[in-house]
């Protein structure tokens, strides 16, 4: 599929906004403990994004020590042949860094959502909350997070999740956007190429995943911590990323910081507020997302050729629940 190309549809030299990442994304959702299928938003336990950055402003980026995390536990894990360990079950967040040329070496982020849903493009202003459960170079590593599985608790007895279902892929943006006298801030853009857009999309719409869509993206401050009035919890200490001097600094006193560097997203723990800017990618930013995708076979599907024999894929391919 490839990371698309951007076309301004402004003279370059009024264009507002520069190109921080390119890549691609890939959208998944779990269906509830116990459940098999989902059939509504009800029915659903999660919603994953994973993000495959492939170039950018610069082709070498920081992430975290290769050690630290569940980055870090998932070797540990597959080095001892300790299945437990593979599993991914690192409680700290991810700490140190190591550089990865993401135009050479897959690099692939790991999202979870706080809540089942993107933000309602009808509703701006209103922040969503979400964090790097794990980053990797490991493809292996993500597809083990969204398999199914089945395990043991004490007052319910033996239970069972199902392995996550593929939801949508395309094409994304990390941007820096200018407006008059204001500070720089980011966005993320993204455009479908599957589902097709003249699909139902009955379980992408339930879950404002639209066919493109804008949002600002907010990196909060580990460093910050929120008061008992806050509307996100938020992560355990224990839990939340350690950033390098070097990207730490940027916040200075502030609690959230754009995500310029997008190196703040290859820590695991790294929380973020995703706000809902538009859904109309030309009109609000000034240039059009183009995928490479022309018809949309599953033979040009590089989610199906990366985790279509873990994840399901007829939503992702009939824009259906099951």
């Not at 801030?185 to 339930?206: A, G, M, V, W």
């Not at 911590?225 to 600094?249: D, E, Y």
Request: glycine share 10%; hydrophobic share 30%; net charge negative.
């Amino acid at each position: 599929m490839g990371q698309g190309q951007e076309v301004y549809k402004t003279k370059t030299e009024d264009a507002r906004v520069e190109i921080l990442e390119r890549g691609e994304i890939f959208f998944f959702y779990r269906p509830k403990v116990d459940k098999e299928e989902a059939h509504s938003p009800d029915d659903v336990q999660r919603l994953y994004i994973v993000l495959r950055p492939e170039s950018g402003e610069r082709p070498i980026e920081v992430k975290q020590d290769p050690d630290s995390g569940k980055e870090g536990a998932k070797k540990k894990g597959s080095d001892s042949g300790d299945d437990k360990g593979s599993s991914g079950s690192g409680s700290e967040g991810g700490h140190g860094k190591q550089q990865v040329n993401i135009e050479k070496q897959p690099l692939l982020r790991f999202i979870v959502m706080g809540r089942k849903s993107l933000p309602d493009p009808s509703k701006k202003g209103t922040p969503f909350w979400g964090f790097v459960e794990l980053v990797t170079t490991n493809i292996d590593d993500v597809k083990s997070s969204i398999q199914g599985e089945e395990y043991d608790t004490k007052t319910k007895g033996q239970r069972h999740t199902s392995a996550a279902r593929a939801l949508g892929e395309g094409i994304y943006r990390i941007l820096r956007h200018k407006e008059g006298k204001k500070k720089p801030h980011t966005h993320l853009i993204y455009k479908l190429e599957f589902p097709p857009e003249d699909e139902n999309n009955e379980p992408q719409e339930s879950l404002n995943i639209k066919h493109e869509g804008s949002f600002h993206i907010q990196i909060k401050n580990p460093a910050q911590h929120g008061s008992s009035t806050s509307q996100f919890r938020g992560l355990q200490m224990k839990r939340q990323a350690v950033f390098p001097a070097h990207l730490q600094g940027q916040f200075g006193k502030l609690r959230f910081h754009p995500a310029d560097p997008p190196d703040f997203l290859n820590y695991e723990g790294c929380e973020f507020l995703f706000i809902s800017a538009s859904d109309n990618i030309e009109e609000e930013l000034g240039l059009e997302l183009q995928t490479e995708v022309v018809e949309a076979d599953e033979s040009c599907s590089d989610l199906i050729k990366t985790f279509g024999e873990t994840a399901s894929t007829s939503p992702l391919l009939k824009g259906t629940w099951v």
